[in-house]
C-alpha cells in the first residue's frame, strides 16, 4: 500500500506519527512524507543567529536524517513561505496539486479546472 503524510513544517511527523510510519515501513508499505515548508521561519532560529534561509536548510538537513531512519520511501519538502496557508483558503493550489500527482499518484492533473484542494 501507497501512505502519504503531508505535514505543513519539518518535525511536524515526529512529534506523533512517526512510530506509526515506522511500523508502515516495517510492515513492507511505501510510505512518503510531504512537508509544505522547509521551516525556517521558525522563531528558533533567532537563537542561533541564522537567516530564514540558513535555518530552512539546517531543517531540509534533519528531514533528511528522518527519511534514512524511519525509511521513508520518498519524501519531498517544499518551500512554502510562512503564510502558505492563506492559499489554501481559496480553495485551490495548482502548484501543491500538481506536485502530488507528479510525485505520488504517477499521473497528471489540471487542479485548477475543478477549485478544489487536494488538502
Same mark, same amino acid.
Given at each position: ?106 499521473? &497528471?492533473?489540471?487542479?485548477?479546472? &475543478? ?5
Amino acid at each position: 500500500m501507497k501512505i502519504l503524510y503531508i505535514f505543513p513544517h519539518p518535525d511536524d511527523e515526529s512529534f506523533g506519527p512517526a512510530g506509526a510510519m515506522s511500523k508502515q515501513v516495517r510492515a513492507g508499505h511505501s510510505v512518503y512524507l510531504l512537508t509544505l515548508t522547509r521551516g525556517g521561519a521558525t522563531k528558533q532560529r533567532l537563537k542561533y543567529n541564522y537567516s530564514v534561509k540558513e535555518m530552512g536548510n539546517v531543517r531540509y538537513s534533519e528531514m533528511l536524517n528522518v527519511k534514512k531512519v524511519i525509511g521513508i520511501s520518498n519524501m519531498t519538502v517544499l518551500d512554502y513561505p510562512g503564510q502558505w496557508s492563506k492559499r489554501f483558503r481559496s480553495g485551490c493550489d495548482c502548484y501543491l496539486c500538481s506536485t502530488w500527482h507528479k510525485r505520488f499518484s504517477g499521473s &497528471s492533473c489540471n487542479p485548477c479546472s &475543478s477549485k478544489k484542494s487536494i488538502l
